[in-house]
């Protein structure tokens, strides 16, 4: 008999402590073990994580009205300025904004210290951080500057919202150009010198619900260190499954998703703002989904492997900055977790720019939630967006005005 749970039945078991929970590194060996159908019988639960740079983040601020009001009309926060074209005091800090005078804002290469995602880290840490403001004046907003210190216990509401996190998959990036590039994907050595991967495979979340059967908008989820949801599907949502010129299927391709988040409840350890040389600033997150086996079909995409993961190659040199295809193939994580592929019959040093060690923690963490009873699941609202979906990826078209 096929096995079918409901969200209310594990979350019954959950508070009263019957819940069985793996990670999805631990279910591996038990459905290799027990075979699908057992595995699916006994286990409630599998818990994903994932920690690597996410540019696309950021935070709304709210700093409470001075005497007098002022309109923040353009603010800075160390020096680093946030979008203030909302309300008065409302405020929101992109992760991969960068100083003003910083060298990167004139194609310097050079390294730089500081942007969005190190203010986020330091608001998060109770740093106190440097508040400058200036506005036009009105009657009911007639100040026109502020200069203050703030920490975050100060703020109104600080609320985590990152409009794409949590990749389902992404690239293995290489060079095959005659000069080093410096990229979202780190520094790349010219004539195939390295390839940076930015994944946790077989622990990443959305490769273990590749068909969003039970991720959706309303999702509860490990995020920062706190509780977060999933609030909508990410920017550049893009399903589908990844083919190579004969049609061959690779697995899972671009699915993203739009998260939320008490920030003052996060953990500083679990957003950090990260610079990449060359590049700009951005934040590392860390994020980690559970996954309710409601049936065996979830079971079977939940015990996926690295064997069964694949990255496209893909050349960051001259093809992809001129949007040409630069797709070399297909990589198991599982050689990229070697430290060494194949690329063009030449042997390539692999280094990953996310932790699969941190994955593994945050795993563990919501592992541990769900078995104190700290943390039930939340059915969706609304499932997202998957591959039979079949949503086409749209580019920017140059035209004349």
């Known amino acids: 008999m096929a096995t079918e749970k409901t969200y ?69 926060l160390n020096s680093v300025q946030a979008y203030t074209g909302i309300a008065a005091v409302d405020a929101y800090l992109g992760a991969t904004e960068l100083p003003e005078d910083d060298p990167c804002n004139n194609n310097y290469p050079g390294d730089f210290r500081y942007g969005g995602g190190h203010v986020i880290h330091d ?5 106190p951080v440097k508040l400058e403001a200036i506005a036009y004046g009105t009657d009911c907003y007639p100040r026109q500057e502020i200069e203050t210190i703030i920490t975050l216990d100060d703020i109104n509401e600080a609320t985590l919202f990152n409009p794409r996190n949590s990749y389902q998959n992404y690239n293995c990036a290489v060079n095959l150009g005659k000069r080093t590039v410096y990229t979202y994907m780190g520094m790349l050595k010219p004539d195939l010198g390295n390839a940076h991967y930015c994944s946790a495979g077989q622990l990443s979340p959305l490769l273990n619900d590749p068909d969003f059967m039970t991720i959706g908008i309303g999702t509860k989820i490990f995020l920062g260190g706190g509780v977060g949801y ?30 939320i988040g008490d920030l003052k409840q996060m953990k500083p350890n679990w957003l950090v703002g990260a610079s990449f040389l060359g590049y700009g600033a951005t934040l590392t997150v860390g994020l980690g989904i559970p996954i309710p086996i409601l049936n065996e079909e979830i079971m079977r995409c939940v015990s996926v492997t690295d064997q069964a993961l694949y ?16 797709n070399l193939g297909f990589v198991s994580y599982a050689d990229l977790k070697s430290g060494r592929i ?23 963490i919501l592992k541990s939630w769900i ?17 039979k979906d079949n949503i086409p990826a749209k580019t920017l078209e140059i035209r004349g005005l």
């Open 311 to 326: 990255a496209p190659i893909v050349d960051y040199g001259e093809a992809y900055g001129q949007r040409v295809s630069g």
């Open 230 to 259: 999933v609030a909508w599907n990410g920017t550049q949502h893009f399903p589908g499954i990844q083919k190579d010129t004969e049609g061959k299927s690779y697995g899972p391709a671009g699915g993203t998703l739009s998260v």
């Open 123 to 127: 608001l998060l840490a109770r740093r």
């Open 8 to 76: 209310a039945e594990i979350n019954e078991k959950i508070k009263s402590g019957r819940a069985v929970v793996f990670t999805a590194e631990e279910i591996i060996s038990l459905v290799a073990e027990k075979g699908i159908s057992e595995a699916a019988r006994s286990v409630d639960v599998v818990t994903t994580g994932t920690f690597g740079a996410m540019c696309s983040s950021g935070v709304f601020l709210n700093f409470g009205h001075s005497k007098p009001k002022i309109k923040m009309q353009k603010l800075w």
């Open 342 to 364: 194949t690329v063009k019959g030449r042997d390539v040093p692999t280094a990953p720019l996310s932790s699969y060690s941190k994955a593994r923690e945050i795993a563990g």
């Open 371 to 387: 078995l104190q009873g700290n943390f039930e699941l939340t059915e969706p609202v609304k499932l997202l967006p998957s591959a």
